[in-house]
């Protein structure tokens, strides 16, 4: 597989807190309900803690957790609690992941995923005594299936041409 290796400019922390609120913006739409629908909020997380884990860390992935709590009226931490145990796993397999191909980058962030919704799911077992089901875990699948668009997008503003200017070194 002959892909170009980018260089990649630095990320603006303004694009940043733009793909975290589209983020929540998409996980605010009516969808956000229906068994199979992603969790926008984790996958940009776990995007942004594997290529950006000094500008994304667990405090961001906390207090977007406390978003989507009030968001979903759930027990306050529940998100919270998922969210920053997927922000810390990302940051800690980051150096990793950066060296597979995006599918194989797809299969280490799957777990992180699952696990997210494993929290979340434990968590309402406990307050509650309700278990949404197997089917409820599939959301997880369809976050994998969009990484690599997900990644796509994400990077789009940091790549410079491939044959820009061939006097300039970098």
């Known amino acids: 597989m002959n892909r170009p290796h980018y260089i990649l400019l630095p990320v603006s922390p303004l694009f940043i807190g733009i793909s975290l609120a589209g983020a929540f913006l998409l ?35 906390f207090f977007m957790g406390l978003l989507m709590d009030v968001h979903d009226a759930t027990l306050l931490g529940e998100n919270a609690l998922a969210y920053t145990l997927l922000s810390y ?32 799911v434990a968590v309402r077992f406990i307050v509650s005594g309700k278990f949404p089901g197997w089917l409820h875990f599939i959301e997880s699948v369809i976050a994998i299936a969009l990484w690599p668009l997900i990644t796509w997008l994400l990077l789009a503003p940091q790549r410079r041409a491939v044959d820009r200017d061939h006097t300039r070194p970098i």
């Open 27 to 61: 996980n605010l739409l009516p969808w956000g309900h229906f068994i199979g629908a992603p969790d926008f909020v984790a996958l940009v997380l776990v995007f942004w803690g594997i290529h950006q884990p000094r500008k994304v860390g667990i405090g961001i992935a």
């Open 89 to 120: 796993f990302a940051i800690m397999i980051h150096r990793r992941v950066l060296w597979f191909p995006i599918l194989t980058q797809a299969l280490h962030v799957f777990p992180l995923l699952l696990m997210t919704q494993t929290v979340q």
